[in-house]
């Protein structure tokens, strides 16, 4: 089981902040730093100093570390077009030696397109949306040196682009899809997905997820390996007085949290830990939401990825 740490920024970091997570997240031995794509925050938290672009940060990120793997849960298909987005993503590979996850989806968040004046179409527009996105990334990404490449669909039209610049990897980065819908989502997972992740749902209903993609590859007759992993919001406490510190920091209730993340001791991490791994998880993302909390990454370093 691996364990990366998943941020959202929108909810109020300076990238300062983010770099001394970003650092800390590698030299406590984690698998990789993942921030959220997001333009507004969520809920009552100050959310100063305002959003950041995840792709400007992840190439600043990838030039300040050296081991950890960079990653969006998840990008956007509304925020960016497929080509500069293809030309972004595979930048950000190159600077970071071959360290970047592409996770993409929906999006779904009606009100930060409104307030910074993104177009917001219907969820079926979207799904076909994000199903030519992946067509014309993967396919910008794969061309060959020295080829074009064009491509003619419903929503995006690329004409002879010399399909550049191309990723460390002639395969391109790993590329995430994410969610819990019965049928798109197994269904695009499938086709283009090297690993699929369930956010914020229990163990079973996880379970129950990974299972429909499971039976979408096989009826697509996928033969390459998927990985397949799940988000919990994390909060990890020696005791009760430093859970429930922790927990009211981010303001939740500690019981809510037991029953909806990650949340308790390091043992009652490793045990709910360990039932994910049941249902076939191979790796956790760690939502951290007071990033300013350093010392919850050293117990959760110490007394948890150390005891996997």
Not at 163 to 184: D, F, H, N, Q
Not at 214 to 225: F, I, K, L, N, S
Request: glycine share 10%; net charge negative.
């Amino acid at each position: 089981m691996r364990l990366r740490i998943f941020t959202e920024p929108q909810q109020g970091a300076s990238h300062e902040t983010l770099l001394a997570v970003a650092k800390a997240t590698e030299d406590l031995g984690f698998d990789a730093f993942f921030r959220s794509d997001h333009f507004l925050k969520m809920g009552d938290v100050p959310g100063d100093p305002g959003p950041s672009d995840a792709w400007i940060t992840l190439a600043a990120l990838a030039r300040e570390t050296s081991r950890i793997r960079l990653g969006t849960l998840m990008t956007a298909a509304t925020f960016r077009l497929p080509g500069p987005l293809a030309i972004a993503v595979a930048q950000v590979d190159r600077m970071s030696g071959g360290r970047v996850d592409f996770g993409v989806g929906t999006g779904w968040f009606e009100q930060e397109h409104t307030a910074y004046g993104i177009p917001f179409p219907s969820l079926n527009e979207r799904f076909e949306r994000l199903e030519e996105q992946l067509d014309v990334i993967t396919g910008l990404w794969r061309t060959p040196e020295g080829k074009t490449f064009s491509y003619d669909g419903s929503y995006y039209t690329l004409a002879d682009s010399p399909a550049l610049p191309k990723p460390e990897r002639p395969e391109g980065p790993p590329v995430l899809i994410g969610g819990t819908g019965a049928k798109r989502t197994p269904r695009l997972a499938a086709r283009y997905a090297d690993e699929y992740n369930v956010p914020f749902n229990g163990v079973d209903d996880t379970g129950a997820a990974f299972e429909r993609v499971r039976a979408a590859c096989r009826e697509a007759g996928r033969t390459r390996p998927m990985v397949y992993s799940a988000a919990q919001v994390v909060c990890c406490g020696r005791d009760e007085a430093e859970i429930a510190r922790r927990a009211e920091a981010i303001g939740r209730d500690v019981t809510e949290l037991r029953g909806n993340g990650l949340a308790g001791t390091p043992a009652e991490l490793l045990d709910k830990i360990g039932k994910f791994g049941e249902q076939g998880a191979e790796c956790l993302y760690l939502q951290v939401l007071d990033l300013h909390d350093l010392d919850h990454l050293e117990l959760l370093a110490s007394e948890v990825l150390g005891k996997l």
